[in-house]
């Protein structure tokens, strides 16, 4: 008996924009960095940053993305960062993260055909897969991300904001999609253990996920004064060089802290 999952993922179900194929006019590939869990000391999840094929960064390729290849090149790179995934990850059980552009969604069923075929065909599991939605895009109709965002958290995909506090909506975006996780924009956190404004946004920031049911990640933590005060707010998730920087086409070795996250109050106190 054919699944529901099965019908989707079949060829003849792909609309014209979502077949597989290249006609970019030009590659690319992916590096990964963790999101680390700092508590249990594991891999929470590896985010796909996309590169060139020599490991050029994001902006080379980005750059020539456009109104023309977008959805092409949204679907191109879901199914690589899967392939790229299943061939990494071996035993881990940590998620992984894609990046997906909002506008490049036409239809969220259909859309997702070529992301299922690749789980399929890469035996990557589902439920590992994480698809944060950055703020840095302008989103034209937010309806329309919002049924988005209702069908992945249908099909049992963990939803991020992406960039926090860093975009173009701010608060307004998070009122209208409610995800899985929200991922605190480096520009927040710097140099955060000396600065009582972004102390008392990031607090609010923590204290409504809290309330929400959302898990936060603090991204771009660059040194341990900035670790061991979020730390001791009481985050556990977090992303930046301070714990590893992305490798090309691998997994990095990882920091988790060291004596700081063992030595704060609150995982002393066994609280997250």
Request: proline letters at 4%; glycine letters at 8%; one cysteine or more.
């Amino acid at each position: 008996m054919v699944t529901e999952w099965e019908r989707l993922a079949m060829p003849r179900d792909f609309c014209k924009q979502c077949q597989p194929g290249d006609g970019l006019g030009f590659d690319f590939s992916f590096a990964f960095q963790p999101i680390v869990d700092v508590m249990r000391r594991r891999v929470y999840a590896y985010e796909a940053l996309v590169r060139g094929v020599d490991g050029a960064g994001a902006l080379a390729i980005l750059s020539q993305v456009d109104a023309a290849n977008r959805y092409h090149f949204d679907q191109m790179a879901r199914v690589r960062a899967i392939e790229l995934a299943a061939r990494l990850f071996g035993d881990s059980d940590a998620l992984l993260s894609i990046n997906i552009m909002p506008n490049a969604v036409y239809d969220p069923v259909r859309c997702l055909r070529t992301t299922l075929r690749a789980a399929k065909e890469n035996e990557f599991p589902l439920e590992r897969l994480m698809f944060e939605f950055t703020e840095h895009e302008r989103v034209a109709d937010v309806a329309h991300l919002r049924r988005i965002a209702r069908h992945y958290a249908s099909c049992g995909f963990t939803t991020a904001i992406d960039d926090f506090g860093a975009g173009f909506s701010g608060l307004g975006f998070l009122a209208e999609f409610v995800p899985n996780v929200v991922k605190i924009d480096r520009e927040l956190v710097r140099d955060i253990q000396h600065d009582r404004v972004r102390q008392a946004i990031i607090g609010a920031i923590f204290s409504a996920a809290q309330d929400l049911d959302i898990t936060i990640i603090a991204e771009g933590i660059e040194t341990a004064d900035e670790f061991e005060f979020l730390v001791d707010m009481g985050i556990a998730l977090f992303q930046g060089f301070y714990f590893a920087r992305p490798a090309f086409e691998a997994l990095p070795e990882v920091n988790f802290g060291g004596p700081i996250a063992l030595g704060s109050s609150h995982y002393a106190a066994g609280r997250r």
